[in-house]
């Protein structure tokens, strides 16, 4: 099991930055990806940045540019850095961890934190 716990949201400006943490817990060296997503009510959840063990990464169109993705493994935390926030970044992010086996993998998800941009 991995236990996964965001904080950083919060009440910003366009232009602004934020940073977004994701701290994790249980069997965490089982994880393959770790990922972030964003979602608004009545809207399908959406991905925003994924890294794997490997360190590959890869973005949202939308956010290319503006967010980093990065993981602290002595800290056993994932970090999304938000720079140039724009009013459509505004949603709730949800931290993502999965592992990678077969009929077996699994996936696990924070409680999520809210992102409110305001113009």
């Known amino acids: 099991q991995v236990q996964l716990m965001e904080s950083g949201g919060g009440l910003v400006q366009a232009g602004e930055s934020l940073r977004l943490s994701c701290a994790a817990s249980g069997s965490v060296d089982s994880i393959d990806a770790w990922g972030w997503y964003r979602q608004n009510p009545g809207e399908a959840r959406e991905l925003v940045a994924i890294m794997t063990n490997g360190g590959n990464r890869d973005y949202a169109d939308s956010v290319k540019g503006r967010f980093t993705i990065s993981r602290d493994g002595a800290r056993n935390t994932v970090n999304l850095q938000m720079d140039n926030l724009r009013p459509e970044d505004t949603a709730v992010y949800y931290c993502?961890?999965?592992?990678?086996?077969?009929?077996?993998?699994?996936?696990?998800w924070g409680q999520g934190t809210q992102v409110t941009v305001s113009s």
């Open positions: 993502n961890a999965h592992r990678d086996r077969g009929l077996r993998s699994r996936t696990y």
